[in-house]
């Protein structure tokens, strides 16, 4: 068993080793990585990734988070809402 968690655990970060890497190419990946601010290493991994065909796409987040705190008060909305407190005397009878 531990074994076998071991394995998974080395497959999970598979580390290459890269030989012969054309002047033209290393230029290329150093320039994109201080273009973008990432590391070297991330950037060879989005090259790798991209050229095999497997998408690195952030995952899709399901929050709020883009709209919290945004909520301005507006003494209108206010006023809406308060009214929709108040029950409807008709429907309570």
């Known amino acids: ?3 076998t968690r ?3 655990a080395y497959c999970q970060r598979m580390q290459y080793t890269i ?3 054309p002047a033209v190419v290393d230029d290329a990946l150093r ?3 201080r273009e973008t ?3 070297l290493n991330e950037v060879v991994i989005d090259a790798l990734a ?3 065909g497997v998408t690195r796409a952030p995952r899709r987040r399901r929050d709020l988070t883009d709209v919290a705190g945004t909520w301005d008060a507006d003494a209108a909305v206010e006023a809406a809402l308060a009214a929709q407190d108040e029950p409807d005397p008709d ?3």
């Open 1 to 3: 068993m531990l074994a």
């Open 6 to 8: 071991a394995c998974i």
């Open 19 to 21: 030989r012969g890497v």
């Open 31 to 33: 320039m994109r990585a």
């Open 37 to 39: 601010g990432k590391s």
């Open 50 to 52: 991209e050229g095999a």
């Open 91 to 93: 429907l309570w009878r």
